[in-house]
């Protein structure tokens, strides 16, 4: 079952890469106008590979691939 949404706030991934796509790519300000991540907070380390990866649909990830995925970003 892929992950593709912040199911607490019912908000799609591919909803947070368009407003992501128009310029607003802070997560703080996309939790601010939609929700999302403000629930469970499940979705947060998602929603930066998203944000990292323009991928809205992602498979389940271990957090070590989360990592793997953010952190040559969090180093530049
Ligand atoms: S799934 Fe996004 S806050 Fe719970």
Same mark, same amino acid.
């Given at each position: 079952?892929?992950?593709?949404?912040?199911?607490?706030?019912?908000?799609?991934?591919?909803?947070l890469?368009?407003?992501?796509?128009?310029?607003?790519?802070d997560?703080?300000?996309?939790?601010?106008r *939609? &929700?999302?991540?403000t629930?469970?907070?499940?979705c947060?380390?998602? !929603?930066?590979?998203? %944000? #990292? *990866? &323009?991928?809205?649909?992602?498979?389940?990830?271990?957090?070590?691939? !989360?990592?793997?995925i %953010? #952190?040559?970003?969090s180093?530049?």
């Amino acid at each position: 079952m892929p992950v593709n949404r912040c199911i607490c706030a019912n908000v799609t991934f591919t909803e947070l890469k368009k407003l992501a796509d128009a310029g607003i790519r802070d997560l703080d300000e996309l939790s601010r106008r *939609t &929700g999302c991540g403000t629930g469970c907070g499940m979705c947060i380390p998602y !929603i930066r590979v998203m %944000l #990292a *990866t &323009g991928q809205a649909d992602l498979p389940v990830l271990t957090s070590k691939q !989360i990592n793997q995925i %953010l #952190a040559p970003l969090s180093s530049s």
